[in-house]
T-cell receptor
Framework: GAVVSQHPSWVICKSGTSVKIECRSL??????MFWYRQFPKQSLMLMAT?????????EQGVEKDKFLINHASLTLSTLTVTSAHPEDSSFYIC???????????FGPGTRLTVL | SQQGEEDPQALSIQEGENATMNCSYK?????LQWYRQNSGRGLVHLIL?????REKHSGRLRVTLDTSKKSSSLLITASRAADTASYFC????????????FGQGTTLQVKP
């Protein structure tokens, strides 16, 4: 149980385009979902926290107009990278919590490459 | 912001040896967790230790926590080539929001 999926697993796009990444909790209802970014050989940096039906809370330094997060249901959150640029190329990972906030279940990640 | 530091950054050992990784953090916590990440993959939860616990075991893993020193260690005994991965500690920063703050990670290579 407690499986989180991400789609797509990898994406290549041209500079200036927008990319949407989906994060789904497959067998539980996710009250909270988190989005992280990970650059090569670095750790995970929390970008934002999203709760179903409410606006996401962004970490300091993360542009909310560039990284649009929608948490429309208890099983789906989406991250849209708008007007992507090469510096946005990274590994994006989502996680979700259910009834226990101290237990996060991580998705497999999405590799974004912006040309 | 990142609050965890891990030591060493990289570790290379022979199969069968033990591997010890250390993590330090800066603020008070409710719990500390260790995760494993294979190259280019998502995170796998290994173990959670609460602030009132000092040691916890899970199979070949042993985690210690010293809240007075704000540090934790992860010991992998009798390592295997399949243990090759990056290992991260993460703390909740004593919040109840579920937010995690990750350390920089230790890259472990176990040579067969």
């Amino acid at each position: 149980g407690a499986v989180v999926s991400q789609h797509p697993s990898w994406v290549i796009c041209k500079s200036g385009t927008s990319v949407k990444i989906e994060c789904r909790s497959l067998d539980f209802q996710a009250t909270t979902m988190f989005w992280y970014r990970q650059f090569p050989k670095q750790s995970l940096m929390l970008m934002a926290t999203s709760n179903e039906g409410s606006k996401a809370t962004y970490e300091q330094g993360v542009e909310k107009d560039k990284f649009l997060i929608n948490h429309a249901s208890l099983t789906l959150s989406t991250l849209t990278v708008t007007s992507a640029h090469p510096e946005d190329s990274s590994f994006y990972i989502c996680s979700a919590t259910g009834t226990r906030p101290d237990t996060q279940y991580f998705g497999p990640g999405t590799r974004l490459t912006v040309l | 912001s990142q609050q965890g530091e891990e030591d060493p950054q990289a570790l290379s050992i022979q199969e069968g040896e033990n591997a010890t990784m250390n993590c330090s953090y800066k603020t008070s916590i409710n719990n500390l967790q260790w995760y494993r990440q294979n190259s280019g993959r998502g995170l796998v939860h290994l173990i959670l230790i609460r602030s009132n616990e000092r040691e916890k075991h899970s199979g070949r893993l042993r985690v210690t926590l010293d809240t007075s020193k704000k540090s934790s260690s992860l010991l992998i005994t009798a390592s295997r080539a399949a243990d090759t991965a990056s290992y991260f500690c993460a703390t909740d920063g004593s919040s109840n929001t579920g937010k995690l703050i990750f350390g920089q990670g230790t890259t472990l290579q176990v040579k067969p």
